[in-house]
């Protein structure tokens, strides 16, 4: 039995997202186009990460990331095969999650690289790891320049792998930002540092490397190296305030349905707070979501729902259960269709335009659609996935 409030989610747009993807980076560096590293952290943002992963992987994708080794061992539960790389810090999980797991760890501090050289001592196998270098982020990695204090006991660790060297842009989608070249120009800096360090320490194989977020992916092809990691834009959304230059579309919607129509004689409220009150005879339309659905409180009184091809303005509060919407002049009935996010007639209704209503990032909105409601899942032919 399905709640009124559903998050469709069309696996077949992510699949065509992908390719995409990939299309743009052969386009434009056709000689070297990176590979491409599938950011399904956080419950694929909120889309359900057992069956967006799968679908990745059959549309061509062999490298998923995830943040911790509990979401990889999620991802192996749920029938995923290729590699999955751990971005998070390893300090409080189970570190036998990686082997018995088979995931990739990243390894951003000296603790975590004597811990995890410990267990994989115990395991009696050598590990493959990314390293991850602070260029300016201030949260996980080794700071750029200390490196050659704090890398050369893990480059001599007997039981660990050097795979790849990483780094995270703070400002990526901050085109006035001066941050953004500045780490680009610091991790290229590192990247001579491990490469001399490595030669010290009889390291051959160079390690692959990576950096380019969706943002980065976007704005820089020097930033792309060996791997991109796209994230939001899987999902088809381009993050603001950047234009789009790939072809993607919108992977999940948000609809629910009208429970209740009633009128509102002028000067009553209407919510918790009676924060609206009407100015002449409204019409208010009860819909069955709510903050408990992850829906923001900032909505009422700057966001809007789509029903009968209109936008009717979400009035009164946002509530833990339900919301109103002002359907004045409009011929609604209860079971009436309300689109939350994505189409409706010529309307539309999108992730960014929520995000910038509130005052908040399109990653937010996606990943506080609430647990409760239930995710359909469809594949590009409409047929369920």
């Known amino acids: 039995m399905i709640r009124p409030t559903v998050a469709r989610v069309n696996l077949g747009a992510l699949q065509a997202n992908y390719r995409s993807i990939v299309a743009h980076l052969a386009r434009e560096k056709p000689s070297h186009p990176p590979g491409i590293i599938a950011v399904v952290k956080a419950n694929a943002y909120g889309h359900g990460a057992g069956h967006v992963a799968r679908a990745l992987e059959e549309a061509g994708a062999s490298v998923l990331a995830c943040a911790d080794i509990e979401e990889g061992a999620a991802l192996r539960a749920a029938g995923v095969a290729c590699k999955i790389l751990v971005f998070g810090a390893l300090s409080v999980s189970d570190l036998d999650g990686l082997f018995d797991c088979r995931l990739t760890p990243t390894i951003s501090t000296p603790g975590a690289a004597r811990a995890v050289q410990a267990v994989a001592a115990r395991h009696k196998q050598r590990l493959r790891y990314h390293l991850k270098i602070d260029t300016g982020m201030n949260r996980l990695g080794f700071r750029d320049a ?13 039981n660990l792998e050097l795979e790849a060297v990483y780094t995270h842009f703070a400002t990526a989608d901050d085109p006035e930002s001066p941050l953004f ?68 579309t919108p992977v999940i919607t948000l609809d629910s349905r009208v429970v209740a129509v009633k009128g509102v004689r002028a000067g009553e409220g209407v919510g918790y707070g009676a924060r609206f009150i009407a100015e002449h ?35 009164g509060s946002v509530c833990m259960d339900m919301l109103t919407a002002d359907v004045t002049g409009l011929d609604v009935s209860p079971g009436d269709e309300v689109v939350i ?10 992730v ?20 409760r409601i239930e995710r359909v899942y469809e594949a590009g032919n409409g047929m369920k996935g």
Not at 217 to 244: F, K, Q, T
Not at 341 to 350: F, L, T, W, Y
Not at 353 to 369: K, S, V
Request: hydrophobic fraction near 45%.
């Open 341 to 350: 996010i994505g189409s409706q007639g010529a309307e539309r209704i999108d």
């Open 181 to 248: 070249n500045e780490q680009r120009v610091r991790f290229e800096r590192a990247l001579w540092v491990i490469k001399e360090l490595s030669a010290d320490a009889a390291i051959s194989a160079p390690p692959h490397v990576h950096a380019a977020n969706s943002a980065a992916l976007l704005r820089d092809s020097r930033v792309w190296w060996d791997e991109v990691r796209p994230g939001l834009l899987l999902y088809g959304i381009v993050p603001p305030p950047l234009a789009a230059n790939v072809a993607v």
């Open 281 to 315: 005879p409204t019409t208010i339309a009860i819909v069955p979501a709510g903050y408990a659905d992850g829906l923001d409180l900032r909505l009422a009184g700057r966001g809007a729902v789509l029903i009968r091809g209109r936008r009717a303005p979400i009035v």
């Open 146 to 158: 200390n490196l050659r204090r704090t890398l050369p006991e893990l480059l001599a660790s007997p």
């Open 352 to 371: 960014r335009e929520m995000a910038a209503q509130i005052g908040t990032i399109p990653y937010e909105i996606l990943c506080r659609i609430g647990s």
